[in-house]
């Protein structure tokens, strides 16, 4: 195996190392040096993958797009589907970031899960899902970008769901599901939309592999084109797919309570990875949005919404894992507005440099948890810095980075999606210029972001530790597991994280601080990335003319940070304490997400019983047992009819077979005779 046929290692090692640990597991994994190997047989297969992906990358011509094919999967009378990977720049940004960090965070789990029963099921699970994702950036065609797309969202439910003995992580991991497959729906329906197109074609004559993109891409523009109200549609219905798995407005609400789940998961999956699976779509499906104005728009609106409607609720949050949720949330508003301004490349440079700084900030956060006995609510935090010095150190990088402090990773990214939308003029709906609007918008919330990250970062680290101090001891109930209890008490003293959870630290807080700046230094993603795409793309600038964007962003992270201090400078504000009465109407509200979903999930769960009731006593008994109840009375006249016939004589059974016989030679004769 050579060259880019290597690809297909990068793709079958996750999946040997789910089979082994998934079979192998439960036989190695219950001592303490099984666990290790065990541990070692998880990290190696992505840790692998990742070298020979950045290896493939090294080598990789930038202006083409290599297909790698293998056998073939389905073959129909003119459609062929080939098992085929692609191999260009956007699917290579991912590959590295998907093993890249999840070998970091792979190591990570063997210290934060090392006391698990289930240490080789969470380990099998997680390979799994690293290659589900592979198969969708990596597939070379519309099957195998489903295929992958289900696989990560099963995955999720899985991983969410984790400890599902406990309710909340199991309504977790249902809620995921089911609010994917709204996404899973408009993602269908655009995918056999777009097949449809391309398979009617009259450009197209003789060609079998119609779902392949290096054939759909070739011909898509010019359709769309001829075709602009099936091209909104197309665009519509795919975007809608991204929001189900982006979590954005109104599919985010699985993603806060998909941090039920253990912490690796929460970075991996909702930080680096699965998240960032719209951005992905819609950059592998630009030349849809391209061709629609409108599409475009809605999803520069939506996602400014989601950015600033997530960033709010942020402010009401206690829990350190609900508040990266909705950061996770409101930054990836901030990649859909870059996309809709039809700054593809610029949603993927966010894609990129938040992998960094927020999967550094959810691993911190866990090694926080570890370090206070699993407890998760800030208000037991205060003064941890000189407890946790490596935790702390690493975190404030990330912190600052995704604040939009100059010189950081988030710095440039978030410059850049400002920009674009200020900049851009393709997102228009009438006259409305919903790219630039979007854009103000963003750097308001890049003010609250700084100063809702600066309330996590001085509430846990700076403050006071009075509260936490005052809890009493804790006793164990005999049998009681640890997991999901918090143990926190006045004698507790936080303690800092193993080797195997600080290396992934110290490695991300490497990227968050330079990562920006070597992607960003001369255009280097910029003209790397746009090299991928197929098709003309609209021009657009990420500076704007006239309008200070670098005092603005800067402007915005010092401003938000100065009044995150000065609030929370003295430790937590009697007004965010644990009297909730004390709080304002606000931010009650805020934490409670303004109502939305409870409303939902009150929709899907009270009014769809209602329904289903009033269903089943009005259609159901009216008309299905009204149905069943006359088709079984017909039945049974029918029968007594035939049955008044069956009199046991067999003279009678005689007499009518011979009346039937007499019938049947009339019927010949006379027939006979009227053919002549």
Known sequence: ???????????????????????????????????????????????????????????????????????????????????????????????????????????????????????????????????????????????????????????????????????????????????????????????????????????????????????????????????????????????????????????????????????????????????????????????????????????????????????????????????????????????????????YWVGMFHVTTHAFFKALLFLGSGAVIHAMAHEQDMRNYGKLAKYLPVTFGTMMIGYLAIAGVPGLSGFYSKEEVIGSALAGNHAIAGALEVGKWSGWICLVVAALTAMYMTRMMWLTFFGNEEQWRKIEPHHAAEGEDDHGHHHLDATHKPHEVPFSMAIPLVALAALSLLGGWFLASGGRFEHWLMASHVGPLTEVPTHPEGIPLMALSVGAAVLGICAGIAVYMKGLPAKEGWDESKWSAFRLRARDQFGYDSLVVNSVTSDSAAFSASANTGFDHGVIEGLGEGAGSATSWLGGIFNSVQTGLVRMYASIMLIGVVVLVLYVVISSGGGK
């Open 1 to 343: 195996m050579e060259g880019n046929s290597l690809i297909w290692l990068t793709l079958g090692l996750p999946i040997l190392g789910f089979l082994f640990q998934g079979i192998c597991g439960r036989f190695l994994d219950k001592t303490a040096s099984g666990k290790k190997l065990m541990g070692l047989l998880a990290v190696a297969p992505i840790a692998i993958a990742f070298v020979i992906g950045a290896l493939i990358t090294k080598s990789l011509d930038p202006a083409k797009a290599v297909v790698v094919s293998s056998i073939p999967w389905i073959e129909l009378k003119g459609l062929s589907i080939p098992f085929e990977l692609r191999i260009d720049t956007l699917s290579m940004t991912m590959v590295l970031i998907i093993t890249g960090i999840g070998a970091l965070i792979h190591l990570y789990a063997t210290g934060y899960m090392a006391e698990e029963k289930d240490y080789s099921r969470f380990f099998a699970y997680l390979n799994l899902f690293i290659a589900a994702m592979l198969i969708l950036v990596l597939g070379n065609n519309l099957m195998m970008l489903f295929i992958g797309w289900e696989g990560v969202g099963l995955c999720s439910y899985l991983l969410i769901g984790f400890w599902y003995e406990d309710v909340a992580n199991a309504k977790a991991a249902n809620k995921a599901f089911i609010v994917n497959r709204v996404g899973d729906w408009g993602l269908t329906l655009g995918l056999l939309l777009i097949a449809t197109l391309v398979a009617t074609s009259a450009e197209i004559q003789g060609e079998t592999r119609l779902f392949s993109y290096d054939v759909v891409f070739q011909h898509l523009p010019k359709i769309l084109a001829a075709n602009p109200g099936v091209a909104t549609a197309a665009a519509l219905l795919l975007f809608v797919g991204a929001c189900g798995k982006s979590a954005q407005f109104p599919l985010y609400l699985w993603l806060p309570d998909a941090m039920a789940g253990p912490t690796p998961v929460s970075a991996l999956i909702h930080a680096a990875t699965m998240v960032t699976s719209g951005v992905v779509l819609m950059n592998r499906m630009s030349m849809v949005f391209e061709a629609s104005a409108v599409a475009s728009a809605v999803v520069c609106a939506v996602g400014a919404f989601t950015a600033l409607f997530a960033a709010i609720i942020a402010f009401g949050q206690t829990d350190i894992k609900k508040v990266l949720a909705y950061s996770t949330v409101s930054q990836l508003g901030f990649m859909f507005v870059a996309c809709g301004a039809g700054a």
